[in-house]
């Protein structure tokens, strides 16, 4: 909201932008995609067998060999940025070209620094401390708005307070983890041993993992190369769409699959396949209860939710109605976005790379096909439906495969169910219809009288979903139970 308002829609925010995909993209892919997904289950099984000491020697050995490849590819692609930047934006004029590569050289070392911040997360949730790294992104945020709000006008480009901004809470976020790394008992000097059995166990899993962990940001990615040939803007305005898919997911998709991920694990290494099936099967109904309404929210109130959000200072009608179009396009694959998180810990917790691979290459391909199918007559909007139809084709493609090798099978019940949340989608889809108003309503609404009334639709929506709900007979048990 703060990036809308003070820097609006133009070159330098499509550079910045660019900017902070790219290590944002590594780190996803790397740091909470590919590592995460294979030292985690790798740690359950150290956990299980190994003793307290041979699991601090593990451990340093991973922090050791994880810093020195990362420092190895911050240090590369500083040099070769120029490179990187015509790559992944091709379209670029010099401007937003020359502007990219000097604001990616600041930014790319934060892909080291929260790679680490990752490394240390993955360690706490391993022991059952989810809060201190579910807190650690919300530095990030308050970082950038301190940026933006007290030092961007120091900047002949204002946007260029961001760039630094984010290589400042890099910093911070690991700092604020390390004490609580210490409680645990793993605060060591890390350890250069690529030959410790363990460290040689993730990077065999790591290597396929790096497209299966992270399928949707390689497609957020794609867009983006596709998007540099577009009008100007057009990253921006996918940038903002994503915020608003990214919401949901991030508050409740990410967070649910990051604490099912150690469990599904613990039960693979105690050999406990009955609460395995009913750990992912419970993983699968909570995602499906918030990510379906959350779907069609965001795509029904689309021109509410930007105006009331965005449409101020800089950010200009034109930008709502350019930024609504991918906002609808994103809401189409919003609930498959969530779902692949949750679906791929099915394979890695059983230490299962190359399937998910195969899949998420798969989609990949698909996704750019779409790409250049869609971008012609829906521009940037055909980008992102072109993601959301790939993450759909990605999540079928996922669920055939579990069926296969028998890693998983849906739990009784599913059919009641699912005629439970259609009653409930549909009773908010016919308020919504009645109540949310035009888009031209919207756009001439002061902001007090916009807070007000999305306000309205919101609460509303969510007690008449929980009523319905409770009127077709599901109750808070039926998934804490699933939950113990």
């Not at 067998?49 to 593990?58: D, G, L």
């Given at each position: 909201m703060i990036v809308a308002r003070l820097f609006g829609v133009n070159a330098g925010v499509d550079a910045f932008l660019v900017a902070f995909k790219l290590p944002n993209f590594m780190?996803?892919?790397?740091?909470?995609?590919?590592?995460?997904?294979?030292?985690?289950?790798?740690?359950?099984?150290?956990?299980?067998?190994?003793?307290?000491?041979?699991?601090?020697?593990?451990?340093?050995?991973?922090?050791?060999?994880?810093?020195?490849?990362?420092?190895?590819?911050?240090?590369?692609?500083?040099?070769?940025?120029?490179?990187?930047i015509k790559?992944?934006?091709?379209?670029?004029d010099p401007y937003r070209f020359q502007l990219a590569v000097y604001m990616t050289r600041i930014t790319f070392p934060y892909l080291m620094l929260i790679s680490l911040t990752a490394f240390v997360g993955s360690i706490l949730n391993s022991y059952g401390k989810f809060g201190i790294?579910?807190?650690?992104?919300?530095?990030?945020?308050?970082?950038?708005?301190?940026?933006a709000l007290f030092f961007s006008h120091f900047f002949t480009v204002p946007i260029e307070s961001q760039a630094w901004g984010i290589l400042i809470a890099g910093f911070l976020q690991l700092a604020f983890q390390l004490p609580f790394l210490k409680e645990v008992g793993f605060l060591r000097w890390p350890k250069f041993n690529f030959k410790d059995e363990g460290v040689r166990r993730i990077l065999k899993l790591?290597?396929?993992?790096l497209f299966g962990a992270s399928i949707?940001?390689?497609?957020?990615?794609?867009?983006?190369?596709?998007?540099?040939?577009?009008?100007?803007?057009?990253?921006?305005?996918?940038?903002?769409?994503?915020?608003?898919?990214?919401?949901?997911?991030?508050?409740?998709?990410?967070?649910?699959?990051?604490?099912?991920?150690?469990?599904l694990s613990k039960h693979v290494a105690q050999k406990s396949p009955g609460e395995f099936l009913r750990a992912m099967d419970w993983g699968l109904r909570c995602n499906i209860l918030i990510g379906l309404p959350a779907a069609l929210t965001m795509g029904i109130l689309s021109g509410p939710l930007i105006t009331t959000l965005f449409d101020y200072g800089r950010f200009n009608?034109?930008?709502?109605?350019?930024?609504?179009?991918?906002?609808?396009?994103?809401?189409?694959?919003?609930?498959?976005?969530?779902?692949?998180?949750?679906?791929?810990?099915?394979?890695?917790?059983?230490?299962?790379?190359?399937?998910?691979?195969?899949?998420?290459?798969?989609?990949?391909?698909?996704?750019?096909?779409?790409?250049?199918?869609?971008?012609?007559?829906?521009?940037?909007?055909?980008?992102?439906l072109a993601t959301s139809l790939s993450s759909c084709f990605n999540v079928l493609l996922l669920i055939y495969f579990l069926y296969k090798h028998k890693?998983?099978?849906?739990?009784?019940?599913?059919?009641?169910?699912?005629?439970?949340?259609?009653?409930?989608?549909?009773a908010i889809i016919i308020f919504f219809y009645f109540e949310q108003g035009t888009i031209t309503t919207w756009l001439v609404y002061s902001a007090g009288e916009r807070i007000e009334h999305l306000s309205y639709l919101l609460l509303t929506s969510m007690i008449i979903y929980l009523m319905v709900l409770g009127m077709c007979g599901l109750r808070l048990r039926h998934f804490t139970v699933r939950g113990t």
């Open positions: 780190r996803s892919l790397f740091a909470e995609g590919s590592f995460s997904q294979a030292f985690v289950p790798t740690l359950a099984h150290y956990k299980h067998n190994k003793s307290p000491e041979e699991i601090r020697k593990f451990v340093a050995h991973t922090a050791g060999c994880l810093s020195a490849m990362l420092l190895v590819i911050t240090m590369l692609a500083v040099i070769f940025m120029p490179l990187i790559i992944i934006a091709p379209g670029f790294p579910a807190f650690a992104p919300a530095i990030l945020n308050i970082i950038l708005i301190i940026a790591m290597v396929p993992a949707v940001q390689i497609g957020l990615l794609i867009n983006t190369i596709f998007a540099s040939f577009l009008k100007t803007g057009s990253i921006t305005w996918l940038y903002f769409s994503e915020r608003l898919a990214y919401f949901p997911q991030g508050v409740f998709g990410v967070a649910l699959a990051t604490v099912i991920l150690p469990h009608q034109f930008d709502v109605l350019m930024t609504q179009r991918s906002v609808i396009a994103y809401a189409v694959g919003l609930l498959a976005f969530m779902l692949i998180k949750i679906l791929s810990t099915g394979f890695y917790a059983h230490q299962n790379i190359k399937t998910p691979v195969k899949i998420g290459v798969a989609a990949v391909l698909f996704n750019i096909l779409l790409n250049a199918v869609l971008i012609g007559p829906l521009q940037h909007a055909g980008l992102a890693i998983f099978k849906f739990q009784s019940g599913w059919g009641i169910y699912l005629l439970q949340l259609f009653a409930a989608n549909l």
